[in-house]
């Protein structure tokens, strides 16, 4: 009985060793396959990809990354890449990113030549509608949520200029007019503007459609609004581009904003019903560029404080009444409108 007792515990004994070693190797196997001090990888984007916004672990948003993008490859896992671009870390789908070639070690023989890398793809800051050409790419574009007078409103960003042109709309739906007709606004793109576009809110502007003669009072919209995209984007440069209507809405914030030296502001027919009564009427405002013509019908007699802000360049529109973008003015006669007054400063 000892005896097996012995043998027993010899078995037990020399399992353990067994199973001790077997896990050392295994562990140190395991260790050894991954490569030591291992870089990112650089890639680049085959194809747009959306990617979601996250704020304190809430999605509030989307963004698309343009074709042609450098990113930096972190992780790999079930078919999935989790990259870091200039909009974040997020997780893609595997065959939308190519990797770049990793640099050979040459040979240490002598007479051996140094491999020529391949070449990679530029990274490309606006992927855009070449009109002029015939031949279309996607358009870089943004989703943002943002809050102004207790409002929610959605804002719209195409491209990823470092400079934003905010289209304050008429009393239609500008916003969609301009998302139909983006390639139109391809030279603003280029020049590295942001094209942004939003809605009003409903509960703030619905009183216009239901009484023509409404007189409204729109102080601190467009303030909260610059300083919510200010703070979303981190951008400071702004072109406030108002019409119709949203050349009033603009008007009502323009004593203040106007102190900002990175605020310009372009003001397209904007309609006296919408403007406040208060403003200086013989103050020439900075960085102000106005368009008008003479017998606009929802103008009427061009007020002094028109007459002193007034671009002339607005010579060229004589005739055509009250100008809407879009309608009597065209969207490449707006870009052109924009290039120039931007220009000048």
Not at 3 to 26: D, P
Not at 51 to 63: D, F, H, K, L, Q
Not at 243 to 270: E, T, Y
Request: net charge positive; proline share 8%.
């Amino acid at each position: 009985m000892r005896r097996l007792f012995k043998i027993h515990r010899k078995f037990r004994e020399r399992s353990s060793s067994l199973i001790f070693h077997f896990t050392f190797l295994t562990v140190s196997f395991l260790f050894a396959s991954q490569p030591a001090n291992a870089e990112p990888a650089v890639g680049y984007v085959l194809q747009a990809v959306k990617i979601p916004i996250m704020v304190n672990g809430r999605e509030v948003g989307s963004s698309t990354i343009p074709s042609g993008t450098r990113v930096i490859v972190l992780q790999e896992a079930n078919a999935q890449l989790r990259i870091k671009s200039s909009m974040g870390e997020s997780w893609v789908a595997t065959g939308s990113v190519e990797r770049a070639p990793q640099p050979t070690v040459p040979d240490s023989s002598p007479g051996t030549p140094e491999p020529i890398p391949s070449p990679v793809p530029p990274a490309q800051a606006d992927a855009i509608l070449l009109t002029n050409t015939g031949t279309s790419s996607s358009v870089s574009q943004q989703i943002l949520f943002i809050r102004a007078l207790d409002s929610d409103i959605q804002v719209e960003r195409f491209g990823t200029g470092s400079r934003g042109l905010i289209f304050f709309s008429h009393t239609g739906n500008l916003a969609e007019d301009i998302r139909k007709n983006i390639e139109s606004y391809g030279p603003l793109l280029r020049d590295k503007w942001s094209i942004f576009l939003f809605k009003y809110p409903e509960r703030i502007f619905r009183k216009i459609s239901e009484s023509p003669d409404y007189r409204p009072d729109y102080s601190g919209f467009a303030s909260t609004l610059i300083a919510e995209l200010r703070k979303t984007t981190r951008m400071r440069e702004f072109c406030l581009v108002g019409n119709s209507m949203g050349g009033g809405v603009i008007l009502w914030d323009i004593d203040a904003l106007s102190k900002d030296q990175d605020l310009s502001f372009i003001l397209i027919s904007p309609t006296p019903q919408f403007c406040p009564q208060t403003l200086d009427k013989k103050k020439k405002y900075p960085r102000t560029s106005l368009f008008a013509v003479e017998q606009d019908p929802f103008i009427g007699p061009l007020p002094p404080l028109f007459q002193k802000n007034m671009s002339s360049e607005s010579k060229q529109f004589a005739g055509r009444g009250h100008l809407i973008v879009g309608d009597n003015l065209s969207h490449s006669e707006t870009v052109l409108l924009i290039q120039n007054a931007t220009r000048v400063r």
